[in-house]
């Protein structure tokens, strides 16, 4: 059994040298290949029992290894779709048969129905923003559905909260005349400024916003503003303001409020915010302006605002933050959250199922899948405009290929010895 098992041992040497070589031919043909993860041969001795003197040989036998947790390095692109993680983590994609997977693999596209795609047609799954503020399912893909980015869609956000931010004039004279909040003919005010709201059509309401010292005085030292808001299109066709049309549907004002300053010019008193209808109340969407931020100091009238909502406009591009939230820009330059991409991880990354595509799946010596947002539970931070390359070094794969090429020839040199020490064996008769 001597010489046969000499041979044997060869012929395990030189598969086992082959099947290194195999991996360092798919390590070097995907070099370029982007979340490509290196696959290695790693050997174990093979040992048979020897007894009576005569030595039994055995052999090697191979593993195969992905080095899935090694990082490849980062290339930057010109796609804002393109993404990357630095640090742990995965993304997690859906293949055609609606199975999820995990891949590194971020070179994501649109395709036609604005989903995102990336190179082996696995598509981008994340927790939509349609029911509010995402939270993660940590043990599992519920609540997951693909990211799209649809281009057609038209979206119309109807306004639900603004704010005034800036100063009222202290030495403003008060206003003894009927206020605006009268809505009378020869009403006077102090200061006037506009405000555009969205209503639910995503038509632009403007609502005119008057502000009048009404009284000062003391003790303690304090001045009182009369706010009162008007919808513009009730305006009177003569003079532009006063009077506005008044209705059930559309009354005049739509709100009024009182702002009580002390003699340090900061807001202590009355009521900072309003809460009235956008026209037509029958439809019910309620607004509130914030006037919180409002001084009263010896300068000039000089008042800001800000109001959420967007007329109907479709995406004109698309923003992915850090913790991986997906923002819309539209065509008039605003912005809202889509969707929020989770990262996935196991507890052993490199016992992962390797499948083609450059995807993995949970296998049961990686540990369970885990989800969280980037930037937690020891998870990176997802980058956009780049892609991970692959983590394969050309210099170590040729090195290897060399060192793999040398074993093969000295494992041959065994079996061919051993098949000329059998061939003399067997012409000793002769």
Do not use: C, H
Not at 99 to 110: C, D, K, M, Y
Not at 211 to 229: F, I, L
Not at 411 to 420: I, M, P, V
């Amino acid at each position: 059994m001597g010489l046969y098992g000499m041979m044997r041992t060869g012929v395990s040497g030189m598969a086992a040298q082959s099947n290194r070589l195999s991996t360092v031919a798919d390590n070097i043909a995907n070099s370029s290949t982007n979340g490509y993860k290196r696959a290695k041969a790693e050997f174990s001795s093979l040992v048979l029992p020897s007894s009576g003197g005569s030595y039994n040989s055995g052999g090697v036998t191979t593993s195969i290894r992905y080095e899935i947790s090694k990082s490849g390095p980062l290339q930057y692109t010109t796609s804002g779709t393109d993404l990357a993680i630095e640090g742990g983590g995965f993304f997690v994609v859906e293949g055609s048969n609606g199975q999820p997977f995990l891949t590194r693999a971020g070179s994501f596209v649109p395709n036609s129905q604005g989903e995102l795609v990336n190179a082996a047609g696995y598509k981008l799954m994340g927790y939509s923003y349609a029911n509010g503020n995402p939270a993660v399912t940590a043990n599992g893909f519920a609540g997951l559905e693909t990211v799209s980015i649809a281009q057609s869609d038209l979206i119309a956000t109807p306004s639900a909260n603004g704010s005034v931010t800036g100063n009222l004039p202290a030495d403003a004279e008060v206003v003894t005349a009927p206020t605006p909040g009268s809505n009378d003919p020869n009403a006077e005010f102090t200061k006037k400024t506009s405000v555009v709201v969205y209503d639910t059509l995503g038509n632009k309401r403007l609502m005119d916003v008057y502000m009048t010292k009404t009284a000062a005085g003391g003790p303690p030292p304090t001045t009182t503003w009369e706010v009162a808001v008007f919808d513009r299109e009730n305006a009177d066709p003569a003079s532009g303001s006063f009077p506005y049309a008044s209705s059930a549907e559309s009354p005049s004002p739509l709100s009024t409020t009182t702002l009580v300053f002390d003699a340090n010019g900061e807001l202590t008193g009355g009521t900072p915010s309003m809460t009235f209808d956008v026209p037509p109340a029958s439809v019910g969407q309620s607004f509130t302006l914030d006037m919180s931020s409002l001084t009263q100091l010896a300068s000039d009238f000089d008042v800001k605002a800000e109001v959420d909502g967007n007329a109907p406009s479709a995406i004109d591009s698309v923003e992915i933050a850090e913790d991986g939230t997906i923002f819309a820009q539209y065509a008039d330059g605003s912005m809202r959250a889509l969707y929020r991409i989770p990262l996935a991880n196991v507890q052993s990354p490199d016992q992962l199922n390797v499948i083609t595509g450059n995807v993995f799946s949970e296998s049961a010596d990686s540990g369970g899948v885990q989800l969280g947002f980037a930037g937690t539970g020891g998870l990176g931070k997802v980058t956009a405009g780049a892609v991970e390359r692959s983590n394969v070094d050309i210099a170590t794969e040729l090195t290897d290929m060399i060192e793999a090429q040398r074993n093969y020839t000295a494992n041959s040199k065994s079996f061919q010895t051993g098949s000329e020490l059998m061939e003399l064996l067997v012409n000793l008769k002769r």
